[in-house]
């Protein structure tokens, strides 16, 4: 990339931080410490928290000898930043250059679970080679000890490394809010009334009788916003959030998939307040009328064991479940006190269109953007849709950009092309949910599909 042309870019706009950030780094390459520190400082001017810019000077410092500074503002960085893969995987080299191989391995896996792009053979062979064969756990306040074999150490500490061993993907703090979120008002009032108000007002809701936690499903097509929804109510009430899939409790030997379920939830239970998040809840709570063999069963039945409660408290813990498909699960989960709460997460309305479109804007060099007019163009688009659109519209501005050797901003007219070549992803399942909403929705749990598709008022 010509440093000179961005140079010229950057001197027209001097406060563009995605542009600063890309020149402190090819100064960095070229081993100019001092242009790039000044460059990052900068953008720590414009926006004083901003990750990338704090990692940089993490980096320059290391590369100066100053590796005890570095390592300090990198434990400062990861405690601001917890999901900060990049961060972690840094600490992990430093730790290992300072001689400190258990520990590296920990960051290591840290940055890996968070990021698998992170994945380095070479550190991690260096990390192995000096000692660091054995995962450890990093307790509350940092420390890194190693992980017993009693069924209790998989869930002491709040950190990735049991959910590492489980599988499943782990986050302190969800760095997502709700304003991340463009649309879907009605779920997250559902969601504040559910999870966030009982939190932050206890001793009202206790004198209601009603306690913070429980069970959501969310439904509708996919690509429309439900796992985002799930991370941004962990960011909003500053909850632990697990993301578990099929795969990830799924065992080909009797009875451990049960076992894989149970210690999901006892980790959970464990780091409340925390959203425990079931993508692909159908398959996993599948009706069992339809299942010929009793190890499905015995899953399901474990999972209504721990949505109820049975065996431990869930005070303080929001179970999220998401489905394409609501009509494939057991009855039984639908009843108050599991999944109680049964929300329909629509394609955005041109309004949330216009908002995601604002959100996908950032930081990207634009001309001639209208979100009002990428929303009229992207009706019945999902946010999976709005995102390829962008997409599309971005790769024709660095096609030139590379083509040019300059700088060539994101347009209208390349989103307005895009926006053309990006067919809605909704519509086959609407086609779908059509049919068990006019003929199998006795209880009436699929109105608000009716309602959308103009078929109920």
């Known amino acids: 990339m010509d440093l000179d042309a961005l140079r010229v870019a950057l001197a027209a ?259 409340r307040p925390s959203v425990l998040f079931f993508d692909e809840t159908d398959a996993l709570a599948a009706d069992r009328r339809d299942m010929r063999q009793s190890a499905g069963r015995t899953l399901v039945n474990q999972f209504l064991s721990e949505l109820d409660g049975a065996q431990a408290q869930n005070d303080d813990l929001l179970i999220l479940g998401a489905t394409n498909a609501p009509w494939q699960l057991d009855s039984a989960f639908l009843r108050p006190g599991r999944f109680d709460r049964i929300i329909f997460v629509p394609p955005p309305d041109r309004a949330a269109r216009e908002e995601i479109a604002k959100i996908h804007a950032k930081g990207k060099p634009l001309a001639d953007f209208d979100p009002a007019d990428v929303a009229k163009r992207t009706e019945g688009f999902s946010g999976a849709d709005l995102k390829a659109v962008f997409d599309q519209a971005t790769e024709a501005a660095l096609t030139e950009a590379m083509r040019k050797g300059n700088m060539v901003p994101v347009t209208g007219k390349m989103l307005a092309n895009a926006a053309k070549n990006v067919k809605p992803s909704t519509k086959k399942w609407f086609e779908s949910a059509k049919n068990h909403a006019l003929y199998a929705n006795q209880s009436g749990f699929y109105d608000d599909i009716l309602t959308y598709m103009g078929l109920k008022k």
């Open 13 to 271: 706009s001097p406060e563009n931080i995605p542009l600063l950030l890309m020149v402190a780094k090819l100064e960095e390459d070229r081993f100019a410490i001092g242009e790039a520190r000044e460059l990052l400082d900068r953008v720590l001017a414009l926006d004083a928290g901003n990750r990338d810019a704090l990692l940089g000077i993490a980096r320059l410092l290391d590369f100066s000898g100053e590796s005890s500074q570095a390592i300090v503002r990198l434990e400062d960085l990861c405690i601001r930043h917890p999901g900060f893969a990049a961060a972690w995987l840094l600490r992990a080299r430093l730790s290992q250059e300072e001689g400190e191989p258990s520990k590296a391995r920990q960051y290591y896996d840290r940055a890996v679970e968070l990021d698998r792009s992170q994945a380095d053979d070479s550190l991690l062979e260096e990390i192995l080679r000096a000692g660091g064969t054995r995962r450890g756990v990093m307790t509350s306040n940092g420390d890194i000890r190693d992980a017993e074999d009693d069924d209790d150490a998989a869930f002491e500490g709040l950190d990735a490394a049991a959910a590492l061993d489980l599988g499943i993907d782990f986050k302190v703090k969800s760095d997502l809010k709700f304003s991340d979120v463009g649309g879907m008002e009605q779920v997250k009032d559902d969601i504040r009334m559910k999870i966030i108000h009982p939190l932050k007002n206890p001793d009202l809701f206790a004198a209601y009788g009603k306690k913070a936690g429980g069970g959501v499903l969310l439904y509708g097509p996919p690509g429309c916003g439900k796992t985002l929804m799930a991370q941004a109510t962990a960011g909003e009430i500053d909850a632990t959030f697990l993301a578990v899939g099929l795969h990830q409790i799924l065992d080909m030997y009797m009875g451990e998939s049960e076992q894989k379920l149970h210690k999901i939830f006892e980790l959970a239970r464990k780091s």
